[in-house]
């Protein structure tokens, strides 16, 4: 009787496991930006229920099974989260899903700068660096006599004199804090100057790519802007290309955009956003 008890109960469990497994629905389909239109690879795909999911692959796409019941919520960095409860949905909408993200805009608390033409009154000086090697008036050291106002250590002059005050002076720099600020300050200035030619040299390149880009293809501003941010090369590769060689290079590219705007087409005339129900034929 114990045996036979146990045998059902060995069958009964794999049936329950197939029918709980048949009762979850599929959900695929693609993540795309709402303003470009441009699939986003590694948005977070996560089950709240569970907390179960992964991430969309390289070209927007994903595929999982959940029960119908459950909430999947996509989310982004610099993207709102986007939510949807599949038995709101038919099986039909959920196979070709195309979740359109919002940006999500930050602002943040304004920042006032003011330019100050003398920065040695807000550096703030710790101690006094000075250094006296002048022996005082009236302590007399080995003798009697009072010791004349001169310094205690001389060198000789000349074209191979040592200049032992210079040296002195290069020495007392290092343990100076005004010093180090001001060291400091200007190594930042350096930092700015180079930050703004680099911004210059891109936006001059930048001009010329769109312009060469024109040139070979009649694009709207959407689609330029997303060919330039996609295939321009670097702006100091850019300086040592000739017209010839770099147009060369947007021909080509400009049949591989081409391929991918036309399969994007595609896609979004087949595909069923989400919460759109289509009238199936009678």
Known sequence: MIRWLLCAVLFVIPLLAVAQQEERVLLEGIVLDADSLQVLPSVHVRITNSGLGGVTEADGRFRLRVNPDDSVVFSSVGYKPYLIVPSDSTEESLRK????????????????????????????????????????????????????DRPAVSTIGGMHGANLEGGLTAL???????????????????????????????????????????????????????????????????????????????????????????????????????????????
């Open 97 to 148: 899903l195309i979740i359109r993200m919002k940006p999500q805009v930050t602002v943040l608390e304004e920042v006032r700068f003011k330019d100050y033409q003398d920065l040695s009154k807000y550096i703030r000086r710790e101690y006094d660096t000075t250094v006296d090697l002048r022996r005082p008036k009236g302590k007399p050291l080995f003798e009697d006599q009072e010791p004349e």
């Open 172 to 282: 007392a720099n290092l343990f100076s804090s005004e010093f180090q600020q001001k060291k400091k300050l200007e190594e930042i200035l350096k930092i700015e100057e180079e930050e703004k030619r680099q911004q210059s040299l891109k936006e001059a390149m930048t001009e010329r790519y769109r312009a060469m880009v024109l040139t070979a293809a009649a694009l709207t501003e959407p689609d330029l802007q997303r060919f330039t941010d996609k295939y321009m090369p670097h702006p100091l590769k850019m300086m040592n290309m000739n017209d010839y060689d770099l147009m060369a290079e947007i021909v080509l590219h400009l049949q591989a955009f081409e391929t991918e705007a036309d399969a994007l087409d595609k896609l979004l005339k087949e595909g069923v956003f989400e919460g759109e129900k289509r009238n199936s034929p009678e």
